[in-house]
Nanobody, 125 residues
């Protein structure tokens, strides 16, 4: 599976930005797609996850109510709409694919099989 993330950029605090992640290759083996982010000097952290079949979603508390994850199965693409952005949201955002049915461990990076290259989101104050 190959993942191509895009859509990052510079936005002012309070603004919005949308990311996309297109999957190609053996996509039929994927169970879910997640978004993670890594700010400078910090660990990579979980942002959100969506299952391909049922579209079930989970969000980190820090983005709940501001970010929305969605998918278009026909395009093998997952989106992350980010609203009310804050300077603390500045990070490189990564999409990741997992073939595992994750119930309690979806926040763990090691549970994901494939990663996109990352796209930078910068929120200015």
């Amino acid at each position: 599976v190959q993942l191509q993330a895009s859509g990052g950029g510079l936005v002012q605090a309070g603004g919005s930005l949308g990311l996309s992640c297109a999957a190609s290759g053996r996509t039929f083996s994927a169970y879910a797609m997640g978004w993670f982010r890594q700010a400078p000097g910090k660990e990579r952290e979980f942002v959100s996850i969506i299952t391909w079949r049922a579209g079930r979603t989970i969000y980190a508390d820090s983005v709940k109510g501001r970010f929305t994850i969605s998918r278009v199965n026909a395009k093998n693409t997952v989106y992350l709409q980010m609203n009310s952005l804050e300077p603390e949201d500045t990070a490189v955002y990564y999409c990741a694919s997992t073939s595992k049915l994750l119930i309690y461990t979806y926040e763990s990076k090691s549970e994901y099989d494939y990663w996109g290259q990352g796209t930078l989101v910068t929120v200015s104050s």
